[in-house]
């Protein structure tokens, strides 16, 4: 059996329907058991969701976690308390399990990914893909070596014997009460904090966040051969910027990739909405700015928006 889990709130519950949907057809014949972690998903999603579970005959368990948990966690607005709830993944899988994938919902399946499954991570606590170049920043904020890596805790292989036996999850409770005042990326950064050097690098093709994606891609050296290959044929795509696939104003070059994926699942009838986040001139603004760079890419700076 292969388990693997997510966060989502009620307004990502479809988002999270969609990932699940696209894990799945990569692993058709696959053992695959999901757990999502929740504040709360209304009776309409919860059905929607279980009826993706029935349709594959895959197990998806939701669970409720308390909210008063996260009292002391920094609420950093459009990321939302639930995403702690990552820190409590070992408290709600039997303690048989010794590893689990956890997901961003904001993410699509596009290849299988068997391999990582096996992978070797008994010394470590997780294994994840290196932070775009932004990162060498947040490692100064938080005191964390500058050759430590920090990793962008979307796509990870969690080792929960790891997490248990080194008390991870009181660890971050214990590093968020001290250093509140620190953590801007939520809990990607108490994580990174808590377990410096004990994080294994995986590849790029993991986690293709959406800068990797400009025509001045926003990644570091040492990775650039490899991205003009998994640009192509990526096994993660990561909708990592604030305008999502199912916006209007995406053009992601992978964005079809998400749509397909939902025609696959319960709401397959919604329609992309309005990034409504955002004032009316940023708006334009990003639309303009997609537009413009949809000619030549040579003569523009991206190949689509950079975050404003």
Known sequence: MKYIAC??????????????????????NDDLSFIILTLGIDDTNYKKIMSISNHYNKKIEIINVDKTVFKDCPDLGHWGLYVYSKLFIGDFIDKTIDKILFLDVDMIINKPFYELFELNIEEYAFAATEDMPNCVR?????NIDSESLYANTGFMIINLNYWRKNKIKEKCFDYIKQNRNL???????????VCNNKILCLPIKYNMQSPYYFVTPQIFDKYKTDLEIYKKDPVVIHFSEFVKPWHKECFHPLRYKYQGFLKKTPWADSKPSIYAKRPFLYLLKTRCQYIINSFPIKIFKNHYIQKI
């Open 7 to 28: 966060s989502s709130s009620n307004e990502y519950a479809q988002h999270a329907g969609v990932m699940i949907t696209s894990i799945i057809e990569n692993h058709i």
């Open 138 to 142: 947040h490692k100064k904020r938080l």
């Open 183 to 193: 953590i801007e990326v939520a809990e990607q950064d108490v994580l990174n904090a």
